[in-house]
T-cell receptor, first 114, second 114 residues
Framework: GAVVSQHPSWVICKSGTSVKIECRSLDFQATTMFWYRQFPKQSLMLMATSNEGSKATYEQGVEKDKFLINHASLTLSTLTVTSAHPEDSSFYIC??????????FGNGTRLTVT | DQQVKQNSPSLSVQEGRISILNCDYTNSMFDYFLWYKKYPAEGPTFLISISSIKDKNEDGRFTVFLNKSAKHLSLHIVPSQPGDSAVYFCAAEAGGTSYGKLTFGQGTILTVHP
């Protein structure tokens, strides 16, 4: 149990375009979903926290207008990187959590902006 | 600043011996600690956790020790198996409004040789 599906696993896009990443909890209802980013040789860094039906909470230094998060249901959250630039190239990974349990991670999305 | 540190980027151990992975933290608000294992091209998988009210938690071959005064925790794997070869991340969580938000270390690559 506790499977989190993240799609796509990798994406290449041109500078200035937008990319949407989906995160789904397949066999449980995720009251909270978290989005992390990992740059090469660095640790996972929390970007934002989203609760179903409410606005996401962003960590300091993360641009909310650039990284749009939607958590429309208890099983789906999306992260849209708007007007992507090469410096947005990174590994993005989501975590979904039921109340009272640990978070379960998706397999991540490797974004390359050319 | 790095609030959770794993100072050993890598560790090599012989099969059957003990693997000890270390983690230090600086934020005294952290009250819950987790270890995740990560294989290439997959998301982190939860391994074991410990609350700050305990100093030891055991689950099969895995034991986590917490020394609050030293702000140090360690993961012991006994006996180590080749399948344990992966990247191990230490993570910490503060309660209250930070519930569920994880701060990760940089990870330690464990290699278990047959």
């Amino acid at each position: 149990g506790a499977v989190v599906s993240q799609h796509p696993s990798w994406v290449i896009c041109k500078s200035g375009t937008s990319v949407k990443i989906e995160c789904r909890s397949l066999d449980f209802q995720a009251t909270t979903m978290f989005w992390y980013r990992q740059f090469p040789k660095q640790s996972l860094m929390l970007m934002a926290t989203s609760n179903e039906g409410s606005k996401a909470t962003y960590e300091q230094g993360v641009e909310k207008d650039k990284f749009l998060i939607n958590h429309a249901s208890l099983t789906l959250s999306t992260l849209t990187v708007t007007s992507a630039h090469p410096e947005d190239s990174s590994f993005y990974i989501c975590s979904a959590r039921e109340m009272g349990t640990v978070g379960h991670f998706g397999n991540g999305t490797r974004l390359t902006v050319t | 600043d790095q609030q959770v540190k794993q100072n050993s980027p890598s560790l090599s151990v012989q099969e059957g011996r003990i693997s000890i992975l270390n983690c230090d933290y600086t934020n005294s608000m952290f009250d819950y600690f987790l270890w995740y294992k990560k294989y290439p091209a997959e998301g982190p998988t939860f391994l074991i956790s410990i609350s700050s009210i305990k100093d030891k938690n055991e689950d099969g071959r895995f034991t986590v020790f917490l020394n609050k005064s030293a702000k140090h925790l360690s993961l012991h794997i006994v006996p180590s198996q080749p399948g344990d070869s992966a990247v191990y991340f230490c993570a910490a969580e503060a309660g209250g409004t930070s519930y569920g938000k994880l701060t990760f270390g940089q990870g330690t690559i464990l290699t278990v040789h047959p």
